[in-house]
């Protein structure tokens, strides 16, 4: 960096904010650079069908899934991790931003690193790109969501030995092994929290008979959910009879949840081993000695570590509060752009012209 950037830089450091985004299908978290994460907000926007306005947003918003008159709509922008509704998105990541932007009043406009899945399009960047820049931002750069949970937690992912990290969040898995700056091997699944809660809720309708929603789903996942047997749980969960249609309470177990995700499960831990059946010997040895690290909010997932480790054979450590690790992972990145800037994603139409 030359000495007229670097006045430049720190000149836009005084007059601009730096902000990190991790644009999760649940779960959007805001970075604020010199504060941490400020913002912590469901992915959900809540909109007036009759004005086409925005009515709320975030938490908010998610109260009123299932809960809202016909004109007033609780929607999620992002499907498996990438936007299906471009104005909605827009309007939330500005939300946002200036929430975060409250807590530090600069008059330029903030610079914006945002995760997204790992074998996202070129045309969904451009949508993430575009959302973020109409929405206030100066510059905008997309990295990976395992690469930003890796810096998050501090693997060492410019040295020469092989990382391995799997992001379970609410839309979307990552499954990635990164050495030297870059992903060797990845894969992207859409088996995560949101597809748990489905699978919680189709099991309860054919056992019990009775019809759920999504929160609780979550709620019975959060509370009795396991994937190996451990202690015995049980929760009493309401719901709407199939048969009279008149509200019913039955008790749910551990061992209904686990019946309920298993083929997920299982489906999560084959593709576990199909990225390590595809990786470089050298750096599954490098895998096997450093382990397997799960961030992201299915990391929490009651015994997952176990069942992994149990049917790998190899090390696997939950990180230090994964539902945070890619947002911390931006805010590592924006400290030190220069240095992390080839782990950004570039679209093909921002590249150099190929000389001929």
Same mark, same amino acid.
């Given at each position: 960096?030359?000495?007229?950037?670097?006045?430049?830089?720190?000149?836009?450091?005084?007059?601009?904010?730096?902000?990190?985004?991790?644009?999760?299908?649940?779960?959007?978290?805001?970075?604020?650079?010199?504060?941490?994460?400020?913002?912590?907000?469901?992915?959900? *926007?809540?909109?007036?069908?009759?004005?086409?306005?925005?009515?709320?947003?975030?938490?908010?918003?998610?109260?009123?899934?299932?809960?809202?008159?016909?004109?007033?709509?609780?929607?999620?922008?992002?499907?498996?991790? *990438?936007?299906?509704?471009?104005?909605?998105?827009?309007?939330?990541?500005?939300?946002?931003?200036?929430?975060?932007?409250?807590?530090?009043?600069?008059?330029?406009?903030?610079?914006?690193?945002?995760?997204?899945?790992?074998?996202?399009?070129?045309?969904?960047?451009?949508?993430? !790109?575009?959302?973020?820049?109409?929405?206030?931002?100066?510059?905008?750069?997309?990295?990976?969501?395992?690469?930003?949970g890796a810096i998050g937690i501090r693997l060492p992912i410019k040295s020469p030995v092989g990382n391995m990290v799997?992001?379970?969040?609410?839309?979307?898995?990552?499954?990635?092994?990164?050495?030297?700056?870059?992903?060797?091997?990845?894969?992207?699944?859409?088996?995560?929290?949101?597809?748990?809660?489905?699978?919680?809720?189709?099991?309860?309708?054919?056992?019990?008979?009775?019809?759920?929603?999504?929160?609780?789903?979550?709620?019975?996942?959060?509370? *009795?959910?396991?994937?190996?047997?451990?202690?015995?749980?049980?929760?009493?969960?309401?719901?709407?009879?199939?048969?009279?249609?008149?509200?019913?309470?039955?008790?749910?177990?551990?061992?209904?949840?686990?019946?309920?995700?298993?083929?997920?499960?299982?489906?999560?831990?084959?593709?576990?081993?199909?990225?390590?059946?595809?990786?470089?010997?050298?750096? *599954?040895?490098?895998?096997?000695?450093?382990?397997?690290?799960?961030?992201?909010?299915?990391?929490?997932? !009651?015994?997952?570590?176990?069942?992994?480790?149990?049917?790998?054979?190899?090390?696997?450590?939950?990180?230090?509060?994964?539902?945070?690790?890619?947002? !911390?992972?931006?805010?590592?990145?924006?400290?030190?752009?220069?240095?992390?800037?080839?782990?950004?994603?570039?679209?093909?139409?921002?590249?150099?012209?190929?000389?001929?």
């Amino acid at each position: 960096m030359d000495f007229v950037q670097k006045i430049k830089e720190k000149l836009y450091r005084k007059f601009s904010n730096d902000i990190g985004i991790d644009l999760g299908t649940a779960n959007t978290l805001v970075y604020l650079a010199g504060k941490g994460i400020v913002v912590n907000e469901p992915s959900v *926007v809540a909109l007036n069908q009759k004005t086409g306005r925005v009515v709320a947003v975030g938490a908010q918003a998610k109260a009123m899934l299932g809960r809202t008159p016909p004109h007033i709509v609780a929607v999620r922008p992002l499907v498996d991790g *990438v936007i299906s509704d471009f104005e909605v998105t827009e309007e939330m990541i500005a939300y946002l931003v200036k929430k975060a932007e409250e807590l530090s009043p600069k008059p330029l406009g903030p610079r914006v690193v945002v995760g997204v899945p790992s074998g996202v399009t070129n045309v969904e960047i451009r949508a993430v !790109r575009d959302a973020t820049r109409n929405a206030g931002a100066r510059e905008v750069y997309i990295v990976e969501e395992p690469m930003a949970g890796a810096i998050g937690i501090r693997l060492p992912i410019k040295s020469p030995v092989g990382n391995m990290v799997v992001d379970i969040g609410g839309g979307t898995s990552d499954i990635a092994v990164i050495s030297l700056g870059g992903i060797v091997k990845s894969k992207n699944l859409r088996i995560a929290g949101d597809k748990l809660n489905n699978d919680i809720i189709a099991y309860i309708r054919s056992e019990f008979k009775i019809l759920i929603g999504e929160k609780t789903a979550e709620e019975i996942k959060i509370s *009795v959910g396991s994937v190996m047997p451990e202690q015995s749980m049980e929760l009493p969960v309401k719901g709407r009879d199939l048969v009279t249609g008149l509200p019913r309470e039955v008790i749910i177990t551990d061992s209904d949840v686990r019946e309920a995700m298993a083929q997920s499960i299982a489906n999560l831990v084959e593709s576990v081993k199909e990225v390590l059946e595809t990786t470089p010997p050298e750096i *599954v040895a490098d895998v096997m000695q450093r382990g397997i690290y799960l961030v992201g909010g299915g990391a929490l997932i !009651r015994g997952l570590d176990a069942l992994l480790n149990e049917e790998l054979r190899i090390p696997v450590y939950i990180a230090s509060d994964p539902l945070t690790a890619i947002a !911390r992972g931006t805010g590592v990145i924006l400290e030190n752009l220069e240095d992390y800037r080839e782990v950004l994603i570039e679209n093909e139409d921002e590249l150099p012209p190929k000389k001929q």
